[in-house]
């Protein structure tokens, strides 16, 4: 494997409408952004992505854009997006945007232009249907509920594809003038100064044509288009051509959002030439997805989750850095969905930080990861904003929930967990504005906050600064960042452990992930503890008794 500039760096998303607001109007935005640069680099990131920030009516929170080129007024103008370019990039910080390039807005004037005239130029720049004899060219259900058809305004006769809400019109990647339209705009953009992108749900700009139906699999009657997805084959055609055409030439450090890639695929990813530098790692965040739907998932255990990195790791081998992440912004708290209640203690949300942040691969934070935000609680389904998790809720309801269950099942899982305001302060509405946010705060923000945490030099915050920092100590980072991941323990319950081996150095990674205390005995003993979540190691000889939740990193 190639060394890359940023094989040792650290990444952090920013959801700039949840992050902070500087002008008091509820939202947050790029001068927010700007004001926090310093608190980015005192966390010890190297890497930013923002999640969408370009115009958009906002369907689906700014993954629906209805103009590539501008930034959408609530979060700024394109005299901010530069500043923050420039101060950025004194501070050695590299900025991605969010490349959504599968659909765009049902407000995009190419779409407008394709319901004038769907059968000219921009009516090709989507998948556009005649609906014979009422039927609809397949059945297959979007990943927001429902059939991925809708009738195209203004034709009755004619139906337009989306894979996502009926306010994301599929993107024809099959037409090269599209296909042309996206690489123009993607240059642009980096051609601007941009460090790279995020790739969103790039794994669906390849469909199986002509058009067919899938098994049914829910009592909707339609069906999943991971079905039509484990069949499609050619992605790596666009995919060549999107990375020579934008990202070689610009030496671009691209994400892929990739679920659902092939065996055997990997190389072609994420490897020395790979479409794109990193993929996320979704093993974790997709276990124990329920075949209904959010409600009959299943709650991951700590041997699962290890055994889920494990997976991975042992997957992804030499050929290139998986993004590690414990949560995003389409995901529940990583401390609510992989602590059970009873464990979410400080310490566990530390082990559960090492675990991660010490795998091999780029370590990928979420906004308020650092604090060990938590999912916050809906006491109506009126308060969610999230359309993924208010088509879940329909869902469970039609498959018999009550409305008390269906919310209680939906909400451990509703990205809205994930996008309430940033916790700086105790102060009104958690420091995120002096207005009224657009999405409630969660209440524990009076006593889970930056500030509190930057005081305090045993609060989560400051234990994530110290694990970063040792990622980049020079005596260990050729062993963090490229040494073998070797798991050990395997057959032990609650008990994640893992080698971290360079040819000069050998780390021991190990977490008690239960209250009750275990033991682990070291062959040869260790020579220096380099971080512990707590404050005292019990040792006897070459054992160690781990305390409840208590996470070591060892050199040997
Ligand atoms: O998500 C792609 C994706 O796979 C989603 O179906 C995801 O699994 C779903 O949101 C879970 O509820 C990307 C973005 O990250 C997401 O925020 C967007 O909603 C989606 O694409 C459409 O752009
Ligand atoms: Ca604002």
Redesign the pocket.
């Known amino acids: 494997m190639e060394r890359k500039w940023w094989h040792g760096k650290v990444a952090y998303q920013i959801y700039p409408k949840s992050f902070c607001d500087s002008n008091g109007d509820g939202i947050g935005d790029l001068r927010g952004i700007i004001s926090k640069l310093d608190y980015l680099k005192e966390l010890g990131v190297d890497i930013v992505w923002l999640?969408p920030i370009y115009c958009s009516p906002l369907a689906?929170?700014g993954?629906?854009i209805s103009d590539y080129y501008n930034i959408d007024p609530r979060f700024g103008t394109m005299d901010d997006m530069d500043e923050l370019l420039a101060e950025a990039k004194k501070r050695n910080i590299s900025i991605l945007m969010?490349l959504?390039v599968?659909?765009c807005s049902d407000e995009h004037e190419w779409f407008k232009k394709a319901c004038e005239d769907p059968d000219g130029k921009y009516g090709k720049y989507f998948y556009i249907e005649d609906i014979r004899d009422g039927k609809l060219p397949c059945n297959w259900r979007s990943?927001?509920g429902g059939s991925v058809w809708e009738p195209l305004p203004g034709h009755p006769d004619k139906c337009y594809l989306h894979?996502?809400?009926k306010k994301?019109p599929d993107l024809n990647w099959e037409n090269p003038e599209l296909r042309e339209e996206v690489y123009k705009m993607v240059n642009w953009w980096l051609d601007k100064g941009l460090g790279g992108f995020r790739i969103?749900?790039i794994?669906?700009i390849k469909k199986v044509l002509p058009w067919k139906d899938y098994p049914v699999d829910r009592s909707d009657g339609l069906s999943a288009i991971q079905n039509m997805l484990a069949e499609a084959t050619g992605i790596g055609d666009f995919l060549r051509e999107l990375r020579d055409r934008c990202f070689t030439p610009h030496h671009a450090f691209t994400a892929g959002?990739v679920?659902n890639e092939k065996p055997g695929e990997l190389p072609d990813f994420i490897g020395d030439d790979g479409y794109f530098s990193t993929m996320y790692d979704f093993n974790e965040s997709s276990f124990g997805a329920g075949p209904h739907g959010?409600y009959d998932s299943v709650q991951i255990t700590p041997d699962d989750y290890r055994r889920c990195c494990f997976e991975s790791q042992k997957k992804v081998g030499n050929i290139g850095f998986l993004s590690n992440i414990i949560e995003?912004?389409?995901?529940p708290r990583g401390v609510s969905h992989y602590l059970l209640d009873e464990d979410r203690c400080d310490a566990a949300k530390k082990l559960l930080a090492t675990m991660n942040v010490m795998l091999r691969g780029l370590p990928f934070l979420y906004q308020g990861q650092e604090l060990g935000m938590e999912n916050t609680a809906f006491h109506s389904i009126d308060e969610v904003d999230?359309?993924?998790?208010l088509d879940?809720y329909k869902v469970a309801l039609q498959d018999g929930l009550t409305p008390e269950k269906a919310l209680a099942a939906v909400a451990r899982?509703s990205?809205d967990n994930a996008r309430t305001p940033f916790q700086w302060s105790a102060a009104a509405h958690a420091g995120f504005t002096s207005g009224e946010p657009w999405l409630r705060e969660n209440p524990n923000y009076r006593t889970l906050n930056l500030e509190a945490q930057r005081e305090d030099p045993d609060s989560v915050y400051q234990y994530y600064r110290k694990l970063l920092r040792l990622r980049k100590d020079p005596a260990y980072a050729e062993t963090i960042v490229y040494g073998d991941l070797i798991p050990v323990w395997e057959d032990r319950r609650n008990l994640m452990a893992y080698y971290r081996k360079s040819d000069t150095q050998t780390l021991l990674v190990a977490g008690n992930w239960q209250r009750e205390p275990q033991t682990i005995s070291l062959e040869h003993g260790f020579q220096k503890v380099l971080l512990n979540n707590l404050d005292s190691i019990d040792t006897d000889g070459n054992e160690i008794t781990l305390k409840g939740y208590q996470s070591l990193i060892l050199e040997l």
């Open positions: 999640s689906d929170q993954y629906d969010d959504v599968n659909h990943y927001f894979l996502f809400h994301q969103d749900a794994i669906n959002e679920f959010w995003n912004h389409d995901q999230d359309i993924s998790t879940q899982h990205r």
